[in-house]
Nanobody, 116 residues
Framework: QVQLVESGGDLVQPGGSLRVSCAASGSISSINFMGWYRQAPGKQRELVASITSGGSTNYADPVKGRFTISRDKDKNTVYLQMNSLKPEDTGVYYC??????????WGQGTQVTVSS
């Protein structure tokens, strides 16, 4: 079992920055992949950034050059640094972890609102 807790969501003005965090606990050593997804009102959940156990990262085209995913192994935490935020970045941001046993876990989400 893996437990994920997101935090850091907030209201931010366009052009601003924000960092959201995902703290993992439980069977940490079994995690192969962690990703940040977002879901805007009325839209499907989409993957915005991911990081593998080997440290490889990947980004969705709309956030490339603006978002950075990173991890702190000592704190069992994955971060998503978001810069140059746009109103279309608004949504609930969810953390996802997939283990080597192909089990998928989700956090409860954290709200990010980009508005003036």
């Amino acid at each position: 079992q893996v437990q994920l807790v997101e935090s850091g969501g907030d209201l931010v003005q366009p052009g601003g920055s924000l960092r959201v965090s995902c703290a993992a606990s439980g069977s940490i050593s079994s995690i192969n992949f962690m990703g940040w997804y977002r879901q805007a009102p009325g839209k499907q959940r989409e993957l915005v950034a991911s990081i593998t156990s080997g440290g490889s990262t990947n980004y969705a085209d709309p956030v490339k050059g603006r978002f950075t995913i990173s991890r702190d192994k000592d704190k069992n935490t994955v971060y998503l640094q978001m810069n140059s935020l746009k109103p279309e970045d608004t949504g609930v941001y969810y953390c996802n972890a997939i283990t080597r046993f192909a089990r998928s876990y989700w956090g409860q989400g954290t709200q990010v609102t980009v508005s003036s």
